[in-house]
């Protein structure tokens, strides 16, 4: 059975940080693509960084650019997010989610729809 447990959320003020971490089983790691999404209350489910557990390519949404990263270890089966100067707009219920690879993925990863599976999230909020 494909799980993923998504972990670190909390309270944080603007310009603080936080790790989120995505423990993942049931499928082999390697080989797939494991993104982050987020929503906020009244808002669409929206990508925020996706990893390629095969080559560690990663990729990100322009609004996080520069401040989030995500990272992967292979040998504990687990995705990391790592937040940087965090804004109340980031403010979100964070989510993972795995998907096989596509040589689109590039341009595919930030589509919800794609993923079969996901964790349960993990509530981030960045006060003013």
């Known amino acids: 059975e494909v799980q993923l447990q998504a972990s670190g959320g909390g309270l944080v003020q603007a310009g603080g940080s936080l790790r989120l971490s995505c423990a993942t089983s049931g499928f082999t790691f390697d080989g797939h693509a494991i993104s982050w999404f987020r929503q906020a209350p009244g808002k669409e489910r929206e990508g925020v960084a996706c990893i390629n557990t095969n080559t560690g390519d990663t990729y990100y949404a322009e609004s996080v650019k520069g401040r989030f990263t995500i990272s992967s270890d292979n040998a504990m089966s687990a995705v990391y997010l790592t937040m940087n100067s965090l804004k109340p707009e980031d403010t979100a219920v964070y989510f993972c989610?795995?998907?096989?690879?596509?040589?689109?993925?590039?341009?595919?990863?930030?589509?919800?729809?794609?993923?079969?599976?996901w964790g349960q999230g993990t509530l981030v909020t960045v006060s003013s």
């Open positions: 989610a795995v998907d096989s690879l596509d040589v689109a993925l590039a341009k595919l990863w930030p589509y919800p729809r794609r993923y079969d599976y």
